[in-house]
């Protein structure tokens, strides 16, 4: 079992996400919060790879634990796969989850149901003090709607209709997320590769 991880996020949401996944394989899971003066990354990678080990790196130096980072997004094949990368900051550096939703929301405004497809991406890293540098990647595919359904998760959990479901993201159960989303099998992967090697 991993004793300590530290995950490059200040995000409450993904926070209970992770540690619901990894309970059993470590020991005790950090984040960003629980290290004063632990500056965000300058998220400037042209993918969610480099994003994600940037931010996992950047992490482990500053704290001298293992550390896990993930850059996700939203990939809309009608906005040729925006607002990808740029998914937290959609509607502008600092814009909230109602912003980016409502910017979304305009820009797909004329877009037909049958060409509103749309899948969440996820990269995740791990870079420990030994030099390890892992990265496992996942993705669901589904539909952006016209409205926000739902109360659960965060971001765009709301808008995103799961492909196979008739609900959103926003309307699953925590352990049903985790079961099938992108940055559930991204950690799914994670969790295997510790459990086989440690």
């Known amino acids: 079992m991993l004793k300590e991880l530290v995950v490059a996020t200040r995000n409450r949401g993904k926070l209970a996400e992770i540690r619901a996944e ?28 480099e994003n994600a080990l940037k931010k996992a790196r950047e992490a482990m130096q500053f704290t001298g634990l293992a550390a896990l980072a993930d850059d ?51 990269a995740m890293a791990f870079v420990s003090p030994d030099g390890t540098e892992q990265l496992f990647s996942g993705r669901i595919g589904g539909r952006v709607l016209s409205e926000e359904r739902g109360s659960g998760g965060f ?9 196979g479901f008739e609900r959103t993201m926003a309307e699953l159960s925590l352990e049903e997320k985790n079961g099938i989303s992108h940055r559930g099998q991204a950690l799914h992967q994670f969790r295997e590769y510790l459990a086989q090697s440690r």
């Open 155 to 163: 971001g765009y959990d709301p808008l995103f209709l799961v492909e």
């Open 22 to 49: 990894l309970a059993g394989v470590v020991e005790t899971v950090l984040c960003a919060a629980d290290f004063p003066g632990f500056a965000d990354t300058i998220e400037d990678g042209a993918t969610f790879g």
């Open 72 to 122: 996700s997004g939203l990939t809309v094949d009608a906005l040729n796969g925006a607002p990808g990368v740029y998914s937290a900051r959609f509607a502008g550096e600092g814009a909230g989850d109602g912003a980016n939703n409502r910017k979304l929301l305009a820009e797909m405004m004329d877009v037909p149901p049958e060409r509103r497809l749309a899948a969440f991406v996820c």
